[in-house]
């Protein structure tokens, strides 16, 4: 009887109504019940714990190696796209992405051979140069830009470098404080610079100054001839220490190999003394009659790992989807934000390419629930107050007395 109560009580249980779940926790093999001790702490420079660290991170580093970016890089795409987007989150305002407006200033002419430029004299793209904008024209277009919601004024001229344009420069001081008055970020790009030419930018209170690596520097050589990359870097650091924002990324597309360019273009700025303050990836916009017209478009794959690398190794730095977003979806932009891009170019152009206009990406962060970044740089800067104060109330707090000129 013992038995048959069994064999009934069995019975009813397989016929009992299971849950949705069959999954059920088991103990680990080997497992004795205690607690683990933790695993040990990931080494420095070796590339198989590159990742572990990136994701871990309480702040920059600036002793990558190559190796272990490219490790990074490499990881499977839908787990580096999660990892950025959550370290993202470590440093930066979620759901916040910076509105920037770029304008061409001075059109065309350029001397340099950079072969996918349409400025670029060598190249019969049909381009007409002009002359420097005036300053009244410029602040109109920084006023109509910040209306929009752009919280950042961008000014692009097509010169290899400052030499022998004092007026030129006079007039973008002017254009620079303009638009800072008006409680803007204001950006220039002007080709390569020198120390006293970036002390007077910072002097006029310029936010940063854009001047881009392009890609590594293995590839550089294939890609523009007349500007080494050195002298890049130079310019780089004269901005820096100048105590301006450096801005400075590259063109994805130039027909470069990304597993080696892409990781060799993040690691030259990623060891730098101080990571850029932002790292725009552009996408190659080919325009006709240029060198690099008719190459291979990059892949969305690529543009999202270099994103999501980016921002692992360079967490605090804004990254800015640049160039060539007017020709992607919705949806790969939203893709691109999810990995970590937090800036975009918005208005009536980029320099001499197409661009998002400000009403459909207004519309797209109304569908996304995306909200315009605003930043402490872009505050209106306050005129220095003289404070008068007797030489005594000074020497008892140990000031120097201020020299009178």
């Not at 080709?191 to 100054?209: D, H, I, P, R, V």
């Not at 001047?211 to 310019?235: A, C, F």
């Not at 207004?362 to 569908?367: H, L, S, T």
């Amino acid at each position: 009887m013992k038995a048959t109560r069994v064999l009934q009580s069995l019975a009813r249980q397989q016929n009992a109504p299971r849950a949705y779940s069959t999954v059920h926790d088991l103990p680990r093999s080997g497992s004795t019940g205690l607690s683990q001790p933790p695993p040990p702490a990931p080494q420095v420079g070796d590339p198989s714990t590159a990742f572990q660290r990136a994701t871990t991170a309480s702040g920059p580093r600036n002793d990558w190696t190559k190796e272990e970016i490219a490790h990074i890089h490499q990881t499977p795409l839908m787990q580096l796209a999660f990892a950025a987007g959550t370290l993202h989150r470590r440093f930066h305002e979620p759901g916040r992405v910076q509105l920037c407006t770029l304008m061409n200033i001075k059109t065309g002419g350029c001397s340099e051979d950079c072969s996918y430029c349409a400025q670029s004299s060598r190249y019969n793209t049909g381009l007409k140069a002009t002359k420097l904008s005036t300053v009244d024209s410029v602040l109109e277009a920084a006023r109509i830009a910040k209306g929009n919601g752009s919280n950042r004024f961008c000014m692009g001229a097509a010169w290899r470098d400052m030499r022998g344009r004092k007026s030129g420069l006079k007039n973008i001081v002017q254009m620079v404080k303009g638009v800072r008055e008006m409680g803007m970020e204001a950006c220039v790009t002007l080709g390569m610079l020198n120390k006293e030419q970036a002390l007077e930018l910072k002097e006029a209170g310029l936010t940063a100054y854009n001047h881009n690596l392009d890609t590594s520097r293995e590839h550089y050589p294939n890609v523009i001839t007349t500007r080494s990359y050195d002298e890049r870097l130079e310019t780089i650091e004269n901005v820096r220490q100048a105590g301006i924002h450096v801005c400075s990324g590259g063109i994805l597309g130039l027909g470069e190999t990304p597993q080696t360019d892409h990781v060799g273009l993040i690691h030259t700025l990623a060891t730098l003394p101080s990571h850029p303050e932002s790292f725009p990836v552009n996408r190659l916009v080919a325009i006709p009659n240029t060198p690099m017209y008719g190459s291979e478009p990059v892949k969305l794959e690529d543009l999202v790992r270099c994103i999501a690398t980016a921002r692992l190794v360079m967490p605090k730095t804004i990254v800015r989807l640049a160039a060539g977003r007017v020709g992607m979806p919705e949806s790969e932009q939203m893709l691109c934000f999810m990995a970590g891009a937090n800036a975009i170019f918005t208005g009536e152009k980029m320099l001499t390419t197409p661009c998002n206009g400000w009403d459909e990406d207004k519309a797209m962060f109304e569908r996304w629930g995306l909200q315009p970044m605003h930043t402490q740089a872009s505050e209106v800067p306050s005129e220095k107050v003289f404070e008068a104060r007797s030489f005594n109330e000074m020497k008892e707090k140990g000031e120097n007395a201020p020299v009178m000129a």
